[in-house]
């Protein structure tokens, strides 16, 4: 089993800048693949980033424009979600997911964590 949860959401203006932090426990996550979803009011819950425990990274170039970074903490079993130039239509719920195969824009992962909002308004 595996449990996730996320932290550091909040409400910004346009422009700023979040970092999101999954923290992860349970079992060993070198066997896992981790991303990072969101799900924008009224919409369906999307793919945003994913990683590897070795560091390789998957994007989806539609939703985020190069404005968004993924990365890990091994040490610490954290994965980071750093968003910068936020626009009003990144306002979600932003999930932590992990899956023991790896995640592409169409998987759905098999663990979650409760989501954090993110609100970008003036």
């Known amino acids: 089993q595996v449990q996730l949860v996320e932290s550091g959401g909040g409400l910004v203006q346009p422009g700023d800048s979040l970092r999101l932090a999954c923290a992860a426990s349970?079992?060993?996550?070198?066997?896992?693949?981790m991303a990072w979803f969101r799900q924008p009011p009224g919409k369906e819950r999307s793919f945003v980033a994913a990683i590897t425990w070795g560091g390789w990274v998957t994007y989806n170039p539609d939703s985020i424009k190069g404005r968004f970074t993924i990365s890990k903490d091994n040490a610490k079993n954290t994965v980071y979600l750093q968003m910068n130039s936020l626009k009003p239509e990144d306002t979600a719920v932003y999930y932590c997911?992990?899956?023991?195969?790896?995640?592409?824009?169409?998987?759905?992962?098999?663990?979650w964590g409760q989501g954090t909002q993110v609100t970008v308004s003036s």
């Open positions: 349970g079992r060993s996550f070198g066997d896992y693949y």
């Open positions: 997911a992990a899956n023991r195969a790896r995640i592409d824009p169409g998987t759905w992962p098999d663990y």
